[in-house]
């Protein structure tokens, strides 16, 4: 996705937080590109939404717009519900994202002394590049 905008907006109704987003330009589509990779042809369908509609053209493509906004509402309320409570300022100073010292601090990773590469095993989608001699970088 490239450069989208959206916008969230919340009130108080008689008393009750109402909270909407809107997202003018979000494009998406259910034919064609990368919807033929195995996927995100998966999850259209786990969506019900796969290809085009049977007797109202356009009509998937708006309803994945309406899930993907959904996700962007439910992160939105997330967000600035750790944010009231203060939870996400209390999340990166316990995970060490300041100079005050942490209660849980991360260690750091191990790194080979020899600077090595460490070896790809198990049978994992990486085993068939390393086997072949192909191992990523770590």
Do not use: W, Y
């Amino acid at each position: 996705m490239d450069d989208i905008k959206f916008t969230t907006n919340m009130s108080s109704v008689n008393g009750n937080l109402q909270i909407s987003v809107s997202m003018p330009s979000i494009e998406v589509g259910t034919i064609g590109g990368g919807t033929i990779l195995e996927p995100q042809s998966a999850m259209l369908d786990l969506l019900g939404v796969r290809g085009a509609h049977p007797t109202s053209p356009g009509d998937n493509a708006r309803q994945l717009a309406r899930v993907i906004a959904a996700g962007v509402l439910a992160g939105e309320l997330s967000l600035n519900s750790a944010l009231c409570a203060g939870h996400l300022v209390k999340a990166h100073m316990a995970h060490n994202r300041s100079n005050v010292p942490s209660r849980a601090p991360t260690p750091a990773p191990a790194t080979p002394v020899t600077g090595a590469q460490t070896p790809v095993t198990g049978g994992g989608p990486l085993s068939a590049l390393s086997s072949a001699g192909i191992a990523p970088r770590r």
